[in-house]
Every structure is written in C-alpha cells, then in structure tokens.
C-alpha cells in the first residue's frame, strides 16, 4: 500500500514545488470564489516556504496537509462535475 504524498514528502524542498505546482494549476482553472482550497493551498505554501530547508512537517502537519490536499481535491472533482 503507497504511502500518503504527506508521509512521504516533508521537508520543504521535497513538498514546496508539488504545492506551487497544485496552486498555480488550479489560478489557471476558473474557479467560483467560494473555492474555498485556494485559501488553504495559499496557507499551506506560506507555511512550507517559511521553514528551513532541514525543517520537517511534524506527523500532525503532514496529515493536515494530507487532509486539506483531499479536501481541495474533492472540493475540485465537485466543481467540475
């Protein structure tokens, strides 16, 4: 069984270009402005890009990133259906 993309990325070096990637994808997208994994995504880069590169997410961070990621994912998939 693979691991969750949280577990398994978690230093900011490792998770900072898959997170500026989702978020510069999903600004490409026309979104309605109650998206809301815009705001969280934005948080979330905020948050890795002010560590230090040797600074791992914690297991608590790693699986509120998992959780806003499927959030932000499912809150997509709905939009687009």
């Given at each position: 069984?693979?691991?969750?993309?949280?577990?398994?990325?978690?230093?900011?070096p490792?998770?900072?270009?898959?997170?500026?990637?989702?978020?510069?994808?999903?600004?490409?997208?026309?979104?309605?402005?109650?998206?809301?994994?815009?705001?969280?995504?934005?948080?979330?880069?905020?948050?890795?890009?002010?560590?230090?590169?040797?600074?791992?997410?914690?297991?608590?961070?790693?699986?509120?990133?998992?959780?806003?990621?499927?959030?932000?994912?499912?809150?997509?998939?709905?939009?687009?259906?």
């Amino acid at each position: 069984m693979p691991q969750p993309f949280a577990q398994t990325l978690s230093t900011p070096p490792q998770v900072l270009p898959h997170l500026t990637n989702v978020l510069d994808s999903l600004r490409k997208v026309s979104l309605p402005p109650t998206f809301q994994g815009l705001d969280k995504l934005k948080a979330w880069v905020t948050t890795v890009k002010d560590r230090p590169a040797h600074c791992e997410l914690s297991i608590e961070e790693c699986r509120q990133l998992q959780f806003d990621l499927d959030l932000c994912f499912k809150e997509f998939e709905d939009q687009i259906n």
